[in-house]
């Protein structure tokens, strides 16, 4: 996928967040979640192979602690072999990763964000 494409791609999944998304979304934007800026759908490039870049897309990224925070629904229960490579390469890029499921943002917010928090403050 070119940069193009990918860039296209991102715009779109911003336009059609989850349930679970649009709710994070609106609790972090703005520098409302202790003061840091998250970026939604953040392209980050992580292999350029004979001149084929290849990129990934996480759901949230806080770029002034290289954190992403993955919403995971139920399509991730299907590919967790794929999300687990994709996690180590991160990881090996210097990023810190964190994942919580729709249900636990929806509906234990004080909880997530209370994780969230000291996940942050660790990293």
Known sequence: MTYKDIKTFARELRKNQTPAELFFWNKVRKRQFMGLRFNRQFIIQHSNVLGKKSY???DFFCFERKIIVEIDGKIHDQQKEYDE???TILKEMGYHIIRFENDQVLNNWNKVAQI????ILKN
Do not use: A, G, V, Y
């Open 56 to 58: 990934f897309i996480p």
């Open 116 to 119: 969230l928090e000291t996940f």
């Open 85 to 87: 490579i994709r996690t």
